[in-house]
């Protein structure tokens, strides 16, 4: 009994172990992510391209959990790699709130030169930006904007207004040249309760009036595939027809995309939102329901660094006659489609 | 304690047995069918999509992967334990079944890549509680991290698509119609109550989940047992990851976040009693459809997000409050 439990017992342990090896061999993601996921950045112009003082930027992000912010992260270290008199000082990532709060102080205690922040939440942690101005470090405030201007010296971040504006003017203007009357629109939202859907979709709907039409069936997933899938199955049974779809993050838009596949809908065209690589292929491609998208580009994480470093180099940007970097800096959203994906296929982030 | 009703009228055990466990748990699921059907009559009036074939299936097809991880996650409650790392145990499967390397071996290696990381993943859990005698809650709760975290690493925080064309045919093949999510789905739920109702394995979960001191004395390995129950949950788990690869043509470590609170929810809804030793499955997997039916509703109305939440737990509270009176006018 106990001689074959003993052999019982071997030959488990020998399965487990050989399947334990065979799982480890099944975790490369080689190919595919070997170069750091296309990071994008910019080359200074003019005088500005020449080397100045040393400067060390240091660099808080939220935890990508997102491709949108694992390429802000990407693109910060890749921006201040180009430099030869910037040290970058990045720390861990988090999603916690009062981590990242610690993790920058850690940094004001080592007096960088300049800070690029993209908080958790600007209001949040709008008292440490005041605390890093006050210590006399300039803090370039990335996309979440802080409550008070007190608290940064910078605020650069994308338009998330004007993503809703030219997502509604691309559908309205379409939807008018095709002759539809009363088309049904639907839209995928984000994460409800930020502020930045509330804004995008707040400039869909005011786009979409100027052309005299309205949002029909909207919903919010939760930038997540998974939440993309599910409830644009479940839009896609309340309208039976629809001539148009606005999905604000092209992330979860993979999902929305699946789900329009295996509903086999394909009566309307599709715009997406961010500028996802994989969005642009798809609009290269020109097989599926999507037909555009709106970028709200995660180069601005390098533009950020760029910043920081005239900032602290006390320099002003090359084509402005001003000698100072102007204090908030609110990036265009462009609108993609077939005719010039391939200018911007370029800058866009791996999902 | 553990009480398929014998003790009511003191007749023998066998057969009085399996007609009481029939009624008992016709009677409990009987309050859970009543609120489906009040949902479904609410669908009706309200939007003129719901009664549709292609609306009822894309409620199953959404049902099929939390249901997936509902009947294992029954049989561990039943078995008088909780696995809070359903959820991410999928995830952490979906991405180790995705990525570069496993989609090279070809689909077949995708699917038993997920399985092992399932199963692997839930027999941990149970022999470290079984064995190492650590608290369900806190195991779990352990595990739900360290998955989490192992699947952002492997997948480097990105959303790995799968190229694989038979895995994406899972989620777009219907026979007869019906989605094969949907046939899996129901493949499982129906060995599972097989398993659960029809085998000395789940009369022992019965059993060790009423009262594991009795069940050990009367010489049922509990440890053993109990290490299984885990394991098998995180079976579903694998899966259910392929499901939702397929569904999604993704594995990311971002699938499956508070999918345990759904299915403990539905398992709790559906009459199984949070220490053990009692519930059916069929019972889980009404509360499973009674949330989808819910979440479609919320869609086809268009509600907006807060609406949503609210009327949510609501209907929970109510589910729960007419499934206890039918229970006990059937006991």
Known sequence: MSESLGRRGFLYGALGVGAGAALTACTSNAPAQSAAPGANVGAAAGDNAAPGKAVTIGFSAPAADHGWIAAIANNAAAQAKQYSDVTFEPVNPTNDIAQQIAAVQTLITKKVSALVILPNDGSQLTALGRQAMDAGIPVINLDRIFDSPLAYRTWIGGDNYGMGVSAGTYIGERLKAAGVANPVIGEIAGIDNLPLTQQRSQGFKEALSRFGYSVGPRQAADFTVAGGQRVTANVLQAAPKLDALWNHDDDQGLGVLAAITQANRSEFFMVGGAGSANAMREIQKDTSVLKATVTYSPTMASSAIALARLVAQNKGMGDLVEHEVPSSITLRSATITKDNVAEYLPLGFES | ?331
């Open chain 2, 1 to 331: 304690m553990a009480e398929p009703a014998t003790l009511k009228n003191g007749a023998a055990h066998r057969r009085s047995g399996f007609g009481d466990l029939l009624d008992s748990s016709a009677g409990r699921n009987l309050g859970l069918v009543a609120v489906l059907l009040i949902l479904g009559i609410v669908g009706v009036a309200t939007a003129d999509t719901f009664l549709t074939t292609s609306n009822l299936l894309t409620i199953l097809t959404s049902a099929s992967i939390i249901g997936v991880i509902t009947v294992g996650v029954t049989f561990v409650i039943i078995g008088g334990g909780i696995d809070l790392s359903v959820g991410k145990v999928m995830a952490l499967a979906s991405v180790w079944a995705t990525t570069v390397a496993t989609q090279s071996y070809g689909p077949f290696v995708m699917i038993l890549c997920a399985l092992a990381v399932g199963a692997g993943a839930g027999l941990v859990n149970g022999l470290l509680i079984a064995y190492g005698r650590i608290v369900p809650f806190i195991v779990t709760l352990a595990a739900l991290i360290t998955a989490q975290g192992l699947a952002e690493q492997i997948s480097g925080r990105r959303s790995q698509i799968v190229t694989d064309q038979t895995i994406t045919a899972i989620a777009t093949t219907r026979v007869l119609g019906v989605p094969l999510l949907v046939f899996i789905f129901a493949a499982v739920v129906a060995i599972g109550w097989v398993v659960l109702n029809r085998t000395t394995f789940g009369r022992r979960t019965f059993a060790i989940g009423g009262n594991p001191e009795a069940a050990r004395l009367a010489g049922l390995n509990v440890k053993r047992h109990t290490a299984a129950l885990y394991a098998l949950s995180g079976l579903c788990c694998g899966i259910a990851a392929i499901m939702i690869a397929a569904l999604t043509n993704t594995g990311s470590s971002t699938h499956g976040t508070l999918y345990e609170l759904d299915a403990i929810a539905a398992v709790i809804i559906g009459g199984t009693l949070l220490s053990g030793g009692r519930g059916t499955l069929i019972g889980s997997i009404l509360g499973v459809l009674v949330f989808t039916v819910i979440t479609n509703l919320f869609v086809l109305n268009n509600l907006a997000t807060e609406v949503q939440n609210i009327a949510k737990g609501v209907i929970i509270v109510v589910a729960v409050l007419i499934q206890a009176r039918a229970r006990r006018s059937s006991a």
